[in-house]
């Protein structure tokens, strides 16, 4: 089982849908979370770090389940600007090596 | 723009052959990271880079191997390059909590 799953998609949703990902991560010791955000080409963006409360940044909203060893990220009112590949990034309790999921892609349409 | 800067931006190497990738680091961070990410794929730890230390290593064969300077900016070094090495390489610069991490644009390596 890999360290960190998500399902590639691709997500296709039209403009204003709500849409989640979600990511699970195998190793109970891991202690932080992070959403990243990458455009066809170009290098990885930090979208916004999950807090075991669950956090929210406009339209985007991020939770942590550490019972099933999950975390997800929530899109409303999609916009086509939305349209890109979200990593979803775990760190290990006492480790600074961060491992990254292979994506998943979202693809937003008129 | 995230200040970390990569070069070359793409790259062009026959088998066999050696390349040097370079990364610089944004202000007041002192931990480089380097990444390869195949097509499809999410970036797959290399090794980590901190005060000139390296502080951890995925699972990338010896002929993989790193700098870091004293201010921070770092190299990659792969020596005989397979045709599996084309990839996209980015380098992050951090704190070595890794609170948050920027990411380069990327050094694009072609090996034909």
């Known amino acids: 089982r890999k360290e960190v799953e998500q399902d590639p998609g691709p997500f296709n949703v039209p403009e204003g849908a709500t849409v989640a990902f979600n990511c699970t991560y195998s190793?109970?010791?891991?202690?932080?979370f992070f959403w990243y955000r990458q455009d066809c080409r170009k290098e990885p963006k930090l979208l916004m770090s999950?807090?075991?409360s669950g956090n929210e940044d406009g339209r985007f909203t991020a939770q942590l389940n550490r019972a099933s060893q999950y975390i997800s990220l929530l899109i409303r009112d999609s916009k086509l600007s939305d349209s890109a590949t979200y990593l979803c990034?775990?760190?290990?309790?006492?480790?600074?090596?961060?491992?990254f999921g292979r994506g998943t892609s979202l693809i937003v349409h008129p | 723009e995230t200040g970390v800067t990569q070069s070359p931006t793409h790259l062009i190497k026959t088998r066999g052959q050696q390349v040097t990738l370079r990364c610089s680091s944004q202000?007041?961070?002192?931990?480089v990271s380097w990444y390869q990410q195949a097509l499809g794929q999410g970036p797959q730890f290399i090794f980590q880079?901190?005060?000139?230390?390296?502080?951890g290593r995925g699972n990338f064969p010896p002929r993989f191997s790193g700098l870091q300077f004293p201010n921070y900016s770092s190299e990659l070094n792969v020596n005989a390059l397979e045709l599996d090495d084309s990839a996209l390489y980015l380098c992050?610069?951090?704190?070595?909590?890794?609170?948050?991490?920027?990411f380069g644009q990327g050094t694009r390596l072609t090996v034909v």
């Open positions: 992050a610069s951090s704190f070595v909590d890794y609170t948050e991490a920027f």
């Open positions: 999950v807090y075991s």
């Open positions: 880079y901190y005060r000139e230390e390296e502080n």
């Open positions: 990034v775990v760190n290990m309790e006492g480790s600074y090596i961060p491992t």
């Open positions: 202000s007041g961070h002192n931990t």
């Open positions: 190793n109970s010791a891991s202690q932080s």
